[in-house]
Antibody
Framework: QLQLQESGPGLVKPSEPLSLTCTVS??????????WSWIRQPPGKGLEWIGS???????HYNPSLKSRVTVSVDTSKKQFSLRLSSVTAADTAVYYC?????????WGQGTTVTVSS | VMTQSPATLSVSPGVRATLSCRAS??????FAWYQQKPGQAPRLLIS???TRATGIPARFSGSGSGTEFTLTISSLQSEDFAVYYC?????????FGQGTRLEIK
């Protein structure tokens, strides 16, 4: 059974990059079934899709974040990653990784990232 | 843009609840519903507009295509009170609705 787990620092300083990793277990990260995806949720607000990657050959990003976002896959480590540059307080959120096929059927538990000096 | 209505729905247990979502352009049937409880990740309820995800009770049903979609919960149980989000995955960028909070009346 596919499981996802986010990891990364819980506190990031303004203007610095945010880096998170999602570890895939119980299934293959090389699966042709999934776009590996990142979603975030600011405190008390709704869900915002950040970006998705298929293998390392097809990536899509939210236009509102595109200039600052990179999503990548490391098949040897069974992980995919999110990098968000030049963060501000507006990037404070719970960050989720998820597998996208027909809908996002598996989600990580989420990791809280706070941007503060 | 995905627009959900109402923003908040107050319903008594045992009663039917109907949640709506409208897309600003057709998304065909590439559409999903999610349930989120406080402190938890969202859970996929419905994909392809009307297909229940694994383990989702039969009281949850989805309908619609194109631009108008509905989630119906036939007889509300206490565990169903949560926030519900719609999502289109027909076209990039993937977009979510703003959510409907289903609360106990």
């Amino acid at each position: 059974q596919l499981q996802l787990q986010e990891s990364g620092p819980g506190l990031v300083k303004p203007s610095e990059p945010l880096s998170l990793t999602c570890t895939v277990s119980g299934g293959s990260i090389s699966s042709s079934h999934y776009y590996w995806s990142w979603i975030r949720q600011p405190p008390g607000k709704g869900l915002e899709w950040i970006g998705s990657i298929y293998y390392n050959v097809d990536t899509h990003y939210n236009p509102s974040l595109k200039s600052r976002v990179t999503v990548s896959v490391d098949t040897s480590k069974k992980q995919f990653s999110l990098r968000l540059s030049s963060v501000t307080a507006a990037d404070t959120a719970v960050y989720y990784c998820a597998s996208l096929s027909y809908g996002m059927d598996v989600w990580g538990q989420g990791t809280t990232v706070t941007v503060s000096s | 843009v995905m627009t959900q209505s109402p923003a908040t729905l107050s319903v008594s247990p045992g009663v039917r609840a109907t949640l709506s979502c409208r897309a600003s352009q057709s998304v065909s049937s590439n559409f999903a519903w999610y349930q989120q409880k406080p402190g938890q990740a969202p859970r996929l309820l419905i994909s392809n507009a009307s297909t229940r995800a694994t383990g989702i009770p039969a009281r949850f049903s989805g309908s619609g295509s194109g631009t108008e979609f509905t989630l119906t919960i036939s007889s509300l149980q206490s565990e169903d009170f949560a926030v519900y989000y719609c999502q289109q995955y027909n076209k990039w960028p993937i977009t979510f609705g703003q959510g409907t909070r289903l609360e106990i009346k």
